[in-house]
């Protein structure tokens, strides 16, 4: 039987649809455009909305880190730490990428959300669709018991898009954002009869992306 990388890596043969919107894993091919993404900016230079200031490198640093950080996301996979990155196409088009990150999942059924879309690709409502489609996968078909993100109170787009979408507060971090600079981090959950649904799903790959994660029992990694 021929292998796929599909087999490889169970993630690229997850695709999760949902309307106008797609989530599907990242082969190196997108990875091209998500890195030209990332380089064309995704916020202000004076703003940094990430934990770790990956967007102040310089361009070159900036692409070749965003390809090493999703190939070394995809060797490190086990059931007890994992990172689900999936690139994100509004209308066929590349626009991004939504992130679900767990530890010890099996016993804690519960990830953190973290995304960004390209400058031309915000404020159209994208972030809440792709928002809204994560949190519905991972409570309907990984059986998450509930969902974290966090952000910096300085970025009202994602807290927007926390409170649209049914997350409520769940306290304050004070954190070193850049080398010196205190930022506040708001803290958000959301339970899965919170959630403010959007589009239905349709899922495909999630059979093996189970098995992948140790969810049914079966083969979990070490
Ligand atoms: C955060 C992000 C993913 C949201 O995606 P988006 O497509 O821009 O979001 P949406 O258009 O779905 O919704 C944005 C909401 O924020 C609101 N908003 C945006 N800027 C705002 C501001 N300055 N003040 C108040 N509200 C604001 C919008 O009005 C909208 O809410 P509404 O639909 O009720 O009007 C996107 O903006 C992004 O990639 N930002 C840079 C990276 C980032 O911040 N990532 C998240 C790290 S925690």
């Given at each position: 039987?021929?292998?796929?990388?599909?087999?490889?890596h169970?993630v690229l043969?997850l695709?999760?649809?949902?309307?106008?919107?797609?989530?599907?894993g990242?082969?190196?091919?997108?990875?091209?455009?998500?890195?030209?993404?990332?380089?064309?900016?995704?916020?202000?230079?004076?703003?940094?909305?990430?934990?770790?200031?990956?967007?102040?490198?310089?361009?070159?640093?900036?692409?070749?880190?965003?390809?090493?950080?999703?190939?070394?996301?995809?060797?490190?996979?086990?059931?007890?730490?994992?990172?689900?990155?999936?690139?994100?196409?509004?209308?066929?088009?590349?626009?991004?990428?939504?992130?679900?990150?767990?530890?010890?999942?099996?016993?804690?059924?519960?990830?953190?959300?973290?995304?960004?879309?390209?400058?031309?690709?915000?404020?159209?409502?994208?972030?809440?669709?792709?928002?809204?489609?994560?949190?519905?996968?991972?409570?309907?078909?990984?059986?998450?018991?509930?969902?974290?993100?966090?952000?910096?109170?300085?970025?009202?787009?994602?807290?927007?898009?926390?409170?649209?979408?049914?997350?409520?507060?769940?306290?304050?971090?004070?954190?070193?954002?850049?080398?010196?600079?205190?930022?506040?981090?708001?803290?958000?959950?959301?339970?899965?009869?919170?959630?403010?649904?959007?589009?239905?799903?349709?899922?495909?790959?999630?059979?093996?992306?189970?098995?992948?994660?140790?969810?049914?029992?079966?083969?979990?990694?070490?």
């Amino acid at each position: 039987m021929t292998l796929t990388l599909a087999d490889l890596h169970p993630v690229l043969g997850l695709r999760i649809a949902a309307g106008p919107l797609e989530l599907r894993g990242i082969t190196d091919d997108d990875l091209l455009g998500l890195c030209a993404l990332a380089r064309d900016g995704i916020h202000p230079p004076d703003q940094m909305p990430f934990y770790v200031p990956w967007t102040d490198a310089e361009p070159g640093a900036l692409v070749r880190g965003t390809a090493a950080y999703h190939w070394s996301n995809r060797a490190e996979y086990s059931s007890s730490a994992w990172a689900l990155e999936l690139g994100v196409w509004y209308d066929g088009v590349l626009v991004g990428s939504q992130g679900l990150r767990t530890r010890r999942f099996l016993t804690t059924r519960t990830g953190e959300t973290g995304s960004w879309l390209g400058r031309a690709h915000q404020g159209r409502g994208i972030g809440t669709r792709m928002r809204q489609a994560i949190c519905a996968f991972a409570f309907d078909h990984l059986d998450a018991a509930e969902v974290t993100s966090g952000a910096f109170v300085d970025n009202p787009a994602s807290l927007a898009v926390s409170r649209k979408v049914g997350y409520r507060d769940n306290g304050r971090q004070r954190l070193e954002r850049r080398p010196g600079e205190l930022a506040v981090n708001q803290q958000l959950v959301l339970t899965p009869g919170a959630l403010v649904r959007g589009d239905p799903l349709e899922v495909e790959g999630l059979p093996a992306f189970r098995r992948l994660v140790g969810l049914d029992g079966a083969d979990p990694l070490p």
